[in-house]
């Protein structure tokens, strides 16, 4: 009984003192925490006031460099008060004044105001624009009695001059006639008949047609008559789909350039047979 009662002592003694040395621990561990808490507190503290010396400084450069302006320099040395004198000498004075007025707010709308002054001057002095319409003709020089000669002019340039001169011309009769399938002759008919008449119409342009629709169209343009075809070449006139500078009347590479290249083959052939007396009917 007596050896029995001295072994739970022990493992209550060695209990209590493993519940100490938690608690020595945890208390430990807990003030680690506090500490480093503090201590992040502190450097972000100083990082905050490092970044706002660093930005105090660069502020006056930074708002200076939003408000500049090509400017001739007469006016802002007229506000900071820099009388003429000699190009050197007026630079480096200028330079100086401008130094002195960054420093305050006061200055620094001063500058401010007159570089503004000197834009709206400068926006008096522009002519007014006006939005150049498409040329009609191309220019023409007369070198003699019966001869001219064209220049200054791309090739595709006059194309669309002449496209556009035809469509404005020739007569809309049928425009909007479209070949109808029959119970004999199903594929008569067109596959994207709507579409054609949105865009035959002005209502759509062939960049906003999604790219599947485009490649079934183009099954459809042996369809169409040559009135068709002209009218749907000058609504696309300036789409250029391969980018800017080329030349879209003869261009290959996407659906879409695919589809004005065969549209094109197909308006000049007619055109062609028109010209030399074959003459295909416009609305048939």
């Given amino acids: 009984l007596f050896g029995a009662a001295t072994s739970e002592e022990q493992a209550r003694a060695e209990n209590e003192q493993l519940e100490l040395q938690r ?25 905050n006031k490092c ?18 302006r090509p400017s001739s320099g007469a006016a802002t040395a007229a506000a900071l008060g820099i009388p003429p ?6 630079r480096g004075a200028r330079v100086e004044a401008l130094s002195r007025q ?18 709206a001057a400068r926006e008096e002095e522009k002519p007014p624009t006006q939005d150049a319409a498409p040329m009609d003709r191309p220019p023409v020089e007369q070198k003699g009695e019966g001869e001219w000669r064209i220049k200054g002019m791309y090739k595709h ?30 594929g008569r008919g067109l596959l994207r008949e709507k579409l054609f008449q949105e865009m035959l119409a002005g209502t759509i342009r062939l ?37 800017c500078g080329a030349d879209s009347v003869s261009t290959l590479g996407s659906t879409h350039e695919a589809f004005l290249t ?4 197909r308006l000049f052939r007619l055109l062609g047979q028109r010209a030399i007396g074959e003459r295909p009917a416009l609305a048939s």
């Fill in 102 to 119: 960054m420093k305050t707010p006061e200055g620094r709308q001063l500058l401010r105001e007159a570089e503004a002054a000197e834009e």
């Fill in 51 to 68: 970044v706002a010396e660093m930005r105090r400084p660069a502020r006056f450069v930074g708002e200076r460099f939003l408000s500049l």
């Fill in 157 to 186: 340039q006059v194309l669309k001059i002449g496209l556009r001169k035809l469509d404005e011309l020739w007569a809309t009769v049928g425009l909007f006639e479209f070949p109808q399938p029959g119970l004999m002759d199903v």
């Fill in 262 to 265: 065969m549209l094109d083959g």
């Fill in 23 to 47: 608690a020595m621990t945890s208390a430990s561990l807990q003030r680690i925490v506090d500490r480093l808490e503090e201590l992040r507190q502190e450097a972000t503290k100083c990082t």
């Fill in 85 to 90: 004198t000699s190009p050197g000498r007026a």
């Fill in 207 to 243: 960049q906003s047609v999604p790219i599947n629709d485009v490649a079934a169209a183009q099954r459809d343009l042996h369809k169409l008559t040559l009135r068709q075809l002209l009218r749907l070449r000058v609504q696309h006139i300036d789409f250029v789909p391969s980018g």
